[in-house]
């Protein structure tokens, strides 16, 4: 593990030491979220993301400010929040819960975007020895399917197509564990 992913894990620890500190839960997502659900670090990561249910979008900006991570004015405030820390990006996305038990966002520019139930579920993985929250395989899934087709979507790249192929093959083996627990 290079020096970039020893301090990117180490934001993902305090960011979410942090929040948990207060009963805010923040699911990881992109990269770092989909090796969380594989349990293992993979390849290097651009950068960090957390999803942070909307209700939770000050106090989650402030508690950050507080573990001494600066906010840039670089996104939405509806949206996201994009900080640094100790030299290292991450941002916190903001997502609402919907009546039928989806989410989306419907603030910013990517309010077409619809995750489904079970998306942000509380059940922890582990990264790197950490217990840690993640965006379920089926919602990063549906991220990942439904980007092109946004109203500000852009195409996939090759990582979001490999990444794809990853998250059907995990979702094919939640699908028969769980049919193989139902059989039993």
């Known amino acids: 593990m290079g020096p970039k992913a020893t301090a990117q894990l180490r934001v993902i620890r305090e960011v979410i030491a942090a929040l948990q500190a207060e009963g805010i839960p923040a699911w990881l997502f992109g990269g770092w979220g989909l090796d969380a659900r594989i349990g293992r670090i993979t390849r290097e990561h651009g950068d960090v993301e957390f999803w942070v249910e909307r209700t939770h979008a000050e106090q989650s900006k402030v508690l950050i400010e507080g573990i001494g991570g600066t906010a840039l004015p670089t996104q939405p405030p509806e949206e996201s929040c994009e900080f640094?820390?100790?030299?290292?990006?991450?941002?916190?996305?903001?997502?609402?819960?919907?009546?039928?038990?989806?989410?989306?966002?419907?603030?910013?520019?990517?309010?077409?975007?619809?995750?489904?139930?079970?998306?942000?579920?509380?059940?922890?993985?582990?990264?790197?020895?950490?217990?840690?929250?993640?965006?379920?395989?089926?919602?990063?899934?549906?991220?990942?399917?439904?980007?092109?087709?946004?109203?500000?979507?852009?195409?996939?790249?090759?990582?979001?197509?490999?990444?794809?192929?990853?998250?059907?093959?995990?979702?094919?083996?939640?699908?028969?564990?769980?049919?193989?627990?139902?059989?039993?």
């Open 84 to 184: 640094i820390l100790d030299g290292t990006s991450f941002s916190t996305a903001y997502f609402d819960r919907r009546p039928d038990g989806s989410f989306d966002q419907p603030l910013g520019g990517f309010s077409d975007w619809l995750f489904p139930p079970g998306s942000f579920d509380d059940e922890p993985v582990t990264l790197d020895g950490t217990p840690v929250l993640a965006m379920s395989v089926s919602g990063m899934l549906a991220m990942k399917e439904q980007f092109p087709h946004l109203r500000n979507g852009r195409p996939w790249r090759q990582k979001d197509i490999g990444d794809m192929e990853i998250l059907r093959r995990l979702l094919a083996a939640e699908r028969a564990d769980n049919s193989l627990g139902a059989a039993e």
